[in-house]
């Protein structure tokens, strides 16, 4: 990168990027290799396994669409962005292989996947053909989404309380992973942006997030209650089971609501906000399990 771009990538990242002394590490970790776990692993709540599978049924082909729209935009970044992008690749295909397992195993179990699997790729086919820099900006937004989840995740323990031990630590490893990760997608749109406007740069990440969110939040939902119908359960009760899950106790939809909301402000960038901390605790619980 020359001079003039290495200025213009500093003036788009704002006074608080990525910290210079963030590590990304590989953590290799398996999970589920030796038996399956409870159909309602989570304290025995079907609503929050349901959530979980809802989430987990997206991972592997969305986490595949977040690599490809970040080695798309790779070229030419300097040393730090690029070692950054290859290590966020690499988190990202464990992610997929461990949350492969985890689906395979609630499939074994009576789940039907299919649906999911279906509206999945009819989001993904729509991104066929348009600019590549679009498919970018719906992965830094969705990747906003998931380090947002991650971070109520690993604040909270009480969400796990009761469940899995090891189903628990997947969903751990992963939300670790994804803190640590969480300005990749967005310093490599800097990247790739960095000869546009903040206000043509701003346009289109304020849009991206509007689409990702009305499609992310009631997709969730759908999928969510179309795997408890499997389980038997319908009807209005637990529809507001579902939503009372999501935005009332725990309500980890409506936890998130002030970090999504900055998104939308002027100098945004993940980093604004250093939660590293609760990697390390995260970590140290890891390595004890």
Known sequence: ??????????????????????????????FLRDRAPPRWWLAGDPVGCCWHLALSATF?????????????????ADPRLAEEIR???????????EHLTFNRLAVDAGYDLAAIDERLVGF?????????IVNLAATMALEH?????????????????????????????HAVEEIEHKGVAYDTFLHATRDWSRWRRWRLQAVMMLVVTSKFVPHRIVDTLD???????????????????????PGLLRRVIPAW?????????????????????????????
Not at 124 to 132: A, E, H, K
Not at 232 to 249: D, E, M, P, Q, T
Not at 267 to 280: E, K, S, V, Y
């Open 227 to 249: 795997l408890l119908a499997q389980d038997g359960l319908r009807g209005w009760r637990v529809k507001a089971r579902l939503l009372w899950y999501l935005f009332g106790n």
């Open 87 to 97: 290590l966020f690749i690499q988190q990202e295909v464990n992610h997929s292989r």
């Open 1 to 30: 990168m020359n001079m003039s771009s290495a200025t213009s990538l500093r003036s788009a990242r704002g006074s608080v990027p990525t910290p210079d002394d963030l590590a990304i590490t590989i953590r290799d970790r398996r």
């Open 261 to 289: 909301l900055s998104y939308f402000m002027p100098g945004f960038h993940p980093w604004n906000h250093d939660d590293r901390a609760l990697i390390t605790a995260a970590d140290a619980e890891l390595r004890a399990a």
């Open 60 to 76: 592997p082909r969305g986490e595949a669409f977040f690599v490809e729209a970040v080695k798309a935009h790779r070229d030419g």
């Open 145 to 173: 989404f998931t380090a947002m989840l991650a971070h109520d995740i690993l604040a909270r323990p009480d969400i796990y309380r009761g469940a899995d031990a090891e189903v628990a630590g997947l969903w751990r490893w």
């Open 124 to 132: 993904i086919n729509m991104t066929r053909g348009r600019p590549v």
